[in-house]
């Protein structure tokens, strides 16, 4: 199977929290996505894995996406070794993106933080020959980066999502065990709270009004960004 984006999240909620109005919208513009999560969050004070699954499930049929896979590392402890290498670039040879979207460093949650780097440098080896996984060779040509909770420096740039922000609002309120349910008889976490919930609008709000829009998406890249024209 070949997409042209593949988002990678370290956690089966990452990916909605940080793009998931980007993917929304690249899938109503024809766009095939599919989404990697690394753990199944089984560390998590809230939910199970069985239930994560399900909750990722959901949020990726409200998106559209077209695929979606887990890898299986150990939640709180990915770390950019060979061993963990070897286990992502099987995925990006299936997938074959041409663009890949993954988590941003410096981040408050050490898997975000890890998985930077770990995606960077298994795409990067995804493309050699001689690293047999008896699949063909694949290296996503551009690399972009999110934070799933907030922003730690000025991003590259902004992505418009305003008539795609109900939909990441829904995808992102299908992982009902993670966020704020005021009926819930489950421990408070920091991303449970009333005030994170509310946090998400606001974020995607301020990014949005710096580019005179309603609502917005945050990214990252390494280096400059090409573009054909200026921007309108």
Known sequence: MSVDVLAIGA?????????????????????????????????????????RLREAQEASRLLGIAARDNAGLPDGAIANTAEQQRRLIPFIREYRPQVILAPMSVDRHPDHH??????????????????????????????????????????????????????????????????????????ETYISSKAFWESIEKRAAYWGSRINAAYGEALYADGPVRLDLLPE
């Open 114 to 187: 890890a998985a930077h780097r770990l995606v960077l440098d298994a795409n990067y080896l995804a493309g050699l020959e001689r690293i047999d996984t008896g699949q063909a060779r694949h290296r996503a040509t551009h690399l972009y980066y999110y934070h799933p909770y907030a922003e730690s420096a000025m991003p590259t740039f902004i992505v418009d999502i305003s008539e795609h922000f109900e939909a990441k609002m829904a995808a992102v309120r299908a992982h009902e065990s993670q966020f704020y349910n005021p009926n819930g008889t489950e421990p």
């Open 11 to 51: 956690h089966p909620d990452d990916v909605e929290l940080g793009v998931g109005g980007l993917l929304h919208k690249l899938v109503s513009r024809g766009k095939s996505v599919a989404v990697l999560d690394l753990t199944q969050g089984e560390l998590g004070t809230r939910g199970t894995p069985e239930q």
